[in-house]
């Protein structure tokens, strides 16, 4: 099944960038809109994320369907060049050819007549995220393997199996890299009559060293984890798949997801070392798709924080952002949570910040440590529940305020993302892209992380609208 286009779809704002699919751009220097590029601002940043909804008159049938596009943007001695490229993947390539959708895909089924949708389940859309490793980057996407671009132009080489991953399995979109030691850690989730928990550590150029599995309980959906100190953390929520009409094409996979309060939500705590489950235990229902960051304490025991949903009404609502016209609200907020290692009981939960949120960061100096501030994309206002976050904001832990960049009206951010100060990495810049609504145009936003409510310190004009989208990483 596809989605139509709402007609009233072009009354918001931010639908103006999503109603025609995005346009690519060669390297190009960017000009400024204000302000001035820092000096000590070296290094490149990458962002991912659904560029095109519709091929051939078709339109996907939820926001995770796009092809993904990445726009990277390098900054050097006072200069920023950018350029923004669809990742080649096999399926992009083929519908290209066709001019239709063929492929199903998260919240859409294969098109065409039954035998030609048989083998089409499923495309790589390579939309998610990003992660830069040393010799080249990888667009992610949950379902299967990550492709490999070149970090300065994009160009794509094809997938990427890390020295060690089957062809068949999945590397999710959110990779943890330890700051001390570059090694990287990461899972990715297998269907068969269970689901099995693939969880992977690598080497700081990717390459796999150590693998673990670990059964779960029926067939969940896990989009992101935490890394705490010498744990890795899983809150699997209580979605369970049926996996037979989708397999037979009748059904999406977003549409086969039953939400399963009575589950709970199932608690697995990994030692990162050696990848062996330290416990497993059920808690309360709720649904995450993202962690801000994690730590242990000085007790031992674990403390991360979370957008935390009370169910998957936030599926449903991200499945009609494809449409131009949000019905239904969502709201997550921002929660933290105690945790014993060794038993996997929470101690503690506690709302941290009641008010729509998404996409927590932290500096990537501070992944798996304790951290002072989270970033987050917010809602200017509490009535804006069924629109698009149009601010972006700093939680501090220490003082328990907010600091928020407030972009204007119908100006929408991307997740904030954290580029460190080369001589103090705790400190640096937030960049954003921001979509204009009322300008139909994307700009790249720089701020000082510690002056978020300031002006920003630099705008730079992009050659064409970057639609919103998902993750990005900032590479020094
Ligand atoms: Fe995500």
């Not at 109603?19 to 000590?40: D, H, M, R, W, Y």
């Not at 010498?230 to 979605?239: Q, R, T």
């Not at 037979?248 to 939500?265: C, H, I, R, V």
């Not at 998957?312 to 019905?327: D, M």
Request: with cysteine; hydrophobic share 35%.
């Amino acid at each position: 099944m596809t989605t139509t286009i709402d007609k009233q779809a072009t009354q918001a704002s931010w639908a103006k960038a999503i109603a025609k699919p995005a346009t690519e751009f060669p390297l190009t220097q960017l000009s400024i809109v204000s302000g001035k590029i820092p000096a000590n601002l070296k290094g490149s940043l990458y962002r991912n994320g659904p560029a095109r909804l519709e091929r051939g008159g078709m339109q996907v049938g939820h926001w995770f369907d796009g092809d993904g596009a990445i726009l990277a943007v390098h900054f050097a001695e006072g200069q920023a060049r950018a350029t923004y490229r669809y990742v080649q993947t096999e399926g992009y390539l083929e519908e290209e050819k066709a001019n239709k959708l063929i492929y199903g895909n998260y919240g859409m089924t294969a098109t065409g007549s039954w035998w030609q949708r048989f083998g089409k389940t499923s495309k790589n859309v390579a939309n998610i995220s990003v992660l830069a490793l040393p010799d080249k980057l990888l667009a992610l996407w949950e379902g299967g393997l990550p492709h490999a671009l070149d970090l300065e132009t994009l160009e794509t080489y094809g997938l990427e199996n890390l020295e060690g991953l089957d062809h068949k399995r999945s590397y999710s979109a959110h990779p943890k890299r330890d700051p001390q030691t570059g090694e990287i850690f990461n899972f990715g989730v297998s269907y068969g009559k269970n689901a099995t928990l693939n969880l992977y550590r690598s080497d700081r150029n990717g390459k796999l060293i150590k693998k673990n599995q670990a059964n779960l309980q029926g067939l969940p959906m896990i989009h992101d984890f935490v890394l705490a100190g010498d744990y890795l953390i899983f809150c699997v929520p209580p979605l369970r798949m049926n996996p037979f009409p989708i397999l037979l094409n009748l059904q999406s996979y977003s549409d086969s997801l039953a939400w399963k309060p009575q589950e709970g939500t199932e608690i697995l705590v990994f030692d990162r070392h050696n990848l062996e489950l330290v416990s497993r235990n059920i808690a309360e229902p709720w649904f995450q798709w993202h962690f801000g960051n994690g730590y242990s304490d000085r007790d031992g025991n674990l403390v991360f924080d979370l957008i935390r949903y009370s169910d998957f009404a936030t599926n449903q609502f991200l499945k009609e952002v494809a449409t131009g016209k949000i019905k239904t609200p969502a709201k997550g907020t921002l929660w933290q949570i105690r945790l014993n290692p060794q038993t996997g009981e929470f101690l503690e939960t506690s709302q941290v910040l009641d008010r729509g949120s998404e996409f927590p960061i932290v500096a990537s100096a501070q992944v798996g440590e304790n951290s002072r501030y989270t970033y987050l994309s917010v809602h200017r206002s509490e009535d804006q529940q069924t629109e698009l976050f149009d601010a972006i904001a700093r939680y501090d832990y220490q003082t328990n305020t907010v600091t928020e960049a407030d972009l204007g009206t119908n100006r929408y951010p991307m997740e904030p993302l954290f580029a460190p100060d080369p001589t103090n990495p705790n400190k640096g810049y937030i960049i954003t892209v921001v979509f204009d609504g009322d300008r139909e145009c994307s700009e790249v936003w720089i701020f000082d992380s510690d002056r978020l409510d300031a002006e920003p310190v630099c705008r730079l004009a992009l050659p064409s609208v970057v639609p919103m989208g998902f993750h990005g990483t900032w590479r020094s």
